[in-house]
């Protein structure tokens, strides 16, 4: 226990604690968890970076089951896989900052996984509700194959254009808005909550996979992130 305070106090610093705090799922539960998941890397040779290609490996992985598994329990090991991602996410940061191994490389690589990650579930899921004996079906099973990969467009195109105006224009009010958590509000943090792939999402992930609530998940969190998206780039591409 005394390590795993020594880690927690080292890795997660007063703001990120303070950002993080309005995700309350990946503030008490998965924050936790990949604390412990990051002891046994302490006394190892294995660097950040390799944490984040295995979460990536993971990801891939979640996706095939997902993808390619149909049936209940397939879409339950993709989960879990995806799931595994989440912690390993949290790894390759905890380990970065604990031994001082950050890079530049770290964070693209970071990067990297969470828009593999971000595409893939939302991707996966439609795949799978395409073939899932779904509850309470609302459409033809093929426009759940569309609404899967419009989620997972929607998802990552915010994040790109600000980037972008980053690249260009450099820190402004407008990227900051999006990116300060702790800045945000009673709304933006509800919606943090459903939205990040470490908070409230996994666990409703999870129960709509067992409860054959695919289609209506996938279309949930279609128009989640068409509101998120148009209200992003309404801040983003302000003069």
Known sequence: MSRYKDVYDKVLPEAKRQSEKP????????????????????????????????????????????????????????WIFFFIWVILDGVDGNLARYKNQTSVMGEVWD??????????????????????????????PYWLLIIGGATAVMSIFPRLMMHKKRETMGSNESTKEFTNKQAFGLKQAIAMNFISLSGLFQIIFLVCIILHLLNWWILFYCIANLGMMLISLRSILKE
Do not use: E, H, Q, W
């Not at 995700?23 to 002891?39: D, F, G, M, Q």
């Open 23 to 78: 995700n309350i799922v990946l503030s008490k539960i998965v924050r936790p968890l990949c604390i412990y998941a990051t002891l046994p890397f302490l006394d190892t040779n294995i660097r950040p970076t390799t944490i984040t290609k295995i979460s990536v490996l993971a990801s891939l992985i979640g996706f095939g089951f997902l993808s390619f598994g149909r049936s209940l329990l397939f879409n339950i090991v993709g």
């Open 111 to 140: 990067a990297f996984g969470g828009y593999v990650a971000m595409v893939l579930t939302y991707f996966g899921a439609g795949i799978a509700a395409f073939y899932d004996t779904n509850r309470f079906s609302y459409c033809d």
